[in-house]
């Protein structure tokens, strides 16, 4: 059997897990906003529940109005770019690594045959290690690349959030974060197929490995106003009271908490900031044009017109340099 068709635990995790998902994402959105009422709430009314869960002000906010039209239309795209999209690079980069490394070594078929318990626990746990550090080394990129964070801006750019702020992402960000985990992600799994045949994560009671860290990251509850931290546990996942400082304009914020699921990648690497409890954010950008980014223009159009302007700086800066000749001064 191919690589490719060993990936078919890819389309099937992506096409089968989606109902599952949401019921398990709207279920922790609602114990989460529960437990953070409970936390502050001097009193417990149900009118005043939702009003702390779903603020007028909040749902109202041209940041929200963006997010939800942005949402809808991203959607209608996602089946047809973005999805397939991320299928193929890691498709691609991890057969290149089975012919490769195949070669190199003379392996024919996987080494060790049909997987056992042990072997499925150790694919499981390096697949997710290897997507969150190529996620923690994109988004680090995103912040420090012009030309990435214009895109990038666009999620940064929302002043409220409201959990589908988590989707909030330019789609030519989104193709090229997608490109990106197919590099470590697809090497890694390219590299299990020929130790193991067949590789597949584990399930838990039923429950595929992803959705579980779905849940554990809870990116849609982190991506609103509860200040949800996990005590202890915030020392190997990143709660999303911290990732919430990520989205804050205050100055000592800037460049901290780019974790998916594990903050050890921050500490690792020297970006982790540990908000005080029940610190309060201001979420957006300090551009003077942050309103432009409140609709769908300034969501999709506005980074490529910035990116544009960016390329024909460098290109006019490059010019000047060549007409100058080599020993022209930088």
Known sequence: ???LQDLDWIIQRV???N?????????TALVSSLVAYLRIADRYS???FFEFAIPRE??????ARADLMFWITKKALMPFLLIPAGITFVAAVGYGTNCLLGAIFGIIAPVFGTPGPLTVILFT???????????????????RFPF????????????????????RVHPLDELMNRAWDGVIPGICFGIWSLIALDPVEITVFGINVYIIRNILMMDFVRHTHFKISFGPINNVILCPHWHQLHHSTAQQHYDKNFGLLFSFWDRIFGTLYIPKPDE???????DRDIADYQSLSGLYILPLKKIGRLLARQARRLGKLRFKGPNASV
């Open 148 to 167: 990435m964070w214009e895109l990038h801006k666009v999620h940064h750019s929302a002043e409220v959030m409201i959990g589908i702020t988590k989707d």
């Open 19 to 27: 109902l599952l998902a949401a019921a398990l994402l709207l279920g």
């Open 46 to 48: 149900l009118s005043e």
């Open 15 to 17: 096409s089968s897990g």
């Open 280 to 286: 309060e954010f201001k979420f957006g950008l300090i």
């Open 125 to 143: 746990g390096t697949m997710l290690i290897a997507y969150d550090l190529s996620y923690y080394l994109y988004h680090t990129a995103q912040h």
């Open 1 to 3: 059997m191919s690589v």
């Open 58 to 63: 909040v749902l109202m906010h041209p940041s």
